[in-house]
């Protein structure tokens, strides 16, 4: 509690930090250190290196993730190699490697200590992942210059079918690395670390589950970027979630057609949140053709939202050749560039819904009111079937 209260008095205004270290592989040059500082306002200082030492001073409303360089930082390169540390409003000192910026090492801030711990639990994980994620990385980028080069689709099918076997293989360690990071929150409620870790796992929460770890958050976490981030994902995951109204939109269809969500009144919808490139999304589609086929004529609809906006030429080719044509189909209405300027977009139908992960299925009754989520922050598939039944079992 001291902790908390002490980050309360942080968040009143800004207050002075100090940085100070020495630099192992390097006497001289610079180096770089990017943070927030204040609202909309992204802060680089810099130091000029004298015998590997330097001390950078500045000012920030709280503990802030920032990010440490000996490259100058470029506003149009994300090549630069930096790491990032957790610093806070006090005197810090660090260690920099610069053979290995991943082992330097930060003392004197609390929220980075608290990570140190997080990535010590992460280790025995990240054994097995790593390899993983870097094969899966490595035929990535072939599988792009091979599209690129426009080679023959029974190759790129090879490829995309190898990177779904490796993604496969890498869910079990993506599942542990949830649990690790869930009791990590939960046992650090007061922690910016906690906070940080709890902005990139809302989103994989229901609705409860979230409101509930974030109501022990203390209300001067609650009021930093990353708290007020975390509120927003939950009010768009609860206009998603069972008990509330629908978002009624309307949209130009597959074919061209007006649609509204408004006219299915009266009937159970099932809106399917996916895309071509999802492999999920695609694996999962000749089931949602058994339940149409098997509910549709007691009043089951299905509408897909396709998150395909930037190339809708792939979005019509997949659904020509999952045989999805039977059901109505519109984009959801991503803008990317409002999007990189944290601008609205009220034509974006995913942001009413709260979805952040593909594929998510939103179950509405004939009275336009949410009874089920499935995916992202929902139940599972077999939830869903079993909802299905048991509605149209009553009919």
């Not at 200590?113 to 980028?141: F, I, R, T």
């Not at 009043?299 to 109505?328: C, N, Y």
Request: charged content about 25%; some cysteine; glycine content about 10%.
């Amino acid at each position: 509690m001291l902790i908390a209260a002490s980050l309360a008095i942080s968040n009143l205004h800004a207050q002075s930090f100090t940085l100070s270290g020495t630099v192992d592989g390097q006497k001289t040059g610079y180096i770089y250190l990017g943070y927030p500082a204040g609202e909309a306002n992204y802060k680089t200082d810099s130091a000029k290196l004298e015998n590997g030492r330097f001390t950078i001073k500045g000012r920030i409303n709280g503990p802030t993730l920032s990010n440490l360089s000996l490259e100058r930082p470029s506003p149009t390169s994300y090549d630069a190699k930096y790491v990032s540390l957790f610093i806070e409003p006090t005197d810090m000192t660090v260690i920099v490697k610069k053979a290995a910026l991943r082992d330097t090492k930060l003392n004197g801030s609390r929220a980075q200590d608290d990570m140190y711990k997080l990535d010590e639990a992460h280790k025995p994980v990240l054994k097995h992942l790593n390899p993983l994620s870097d094969e899966y990385g490595k035929l990535n980028n072939e599988y792009i210059a091979a599209r690129r080069a426009k080679k023959d689709s029974a190759s790129l099918a090879g490829m995309l079918e190898k990177l779904e076997e490796l993604k496969e293989k890498m869910e079990p360690y993506y599942a542990q690395m949830e649990v690790i990071d869930k009791a990590f929150i939960e046992k650090n409620p007061v922690s910016f670390a906690s906070l940080f870790m709890l902005r990139f796992r809302i989103s994989q929460m229901s609705l409860q589950e979230g409101e509930n770890i974030y109501n022990r958050i203390p209300a001067a976490l609650q009021q930093t970027s990353f708290g007020k981030e975390i509120r927003k994902e939950l009010d768009g995951l609860r206009g998603g979630s069972p008990g509330s109204m629908a978002h009624v939109f309307t949209k130009s269809d597959i074919n061209g057609n007006t649609l509204s969500l408004g006219d299915y009144r009266g009937k159970y919808v099932l809106i399917d949140f996916w895309a071509s490139w999802c492999g999920p999304c695609r694996k999962g589609n000749p089931h949602l053709k058994q339940l149409y086929a098997q509910y549709k004529d007691k009043g089951f609809e299905i509408i897909g939202i396709s998150d395909d906006d930037s190339k809708p030429e792939a979005w019509k080719k997949a659904v020509e050749q999952d045989g999805i044509g039977m059901w109505k189909h519109v984009l959801r209405g991503l803008d990317m560039k409002k999007r990189e300027k944290h601008q609205p977009n009220p034509e974006d139908i995913s942001d009413y819904y709260g979805i952040h992960s593909l594929p998510t299925k939103i179950l509405i009754g004939p009275d336009g009111m949410i009874i089920g989520r499935y995916g992202g922050g929902g139940e599972d598939d077999d939830a869903m079937d079993k909802k299905l039944a048991e509605v149209f079992g009553k009919m």
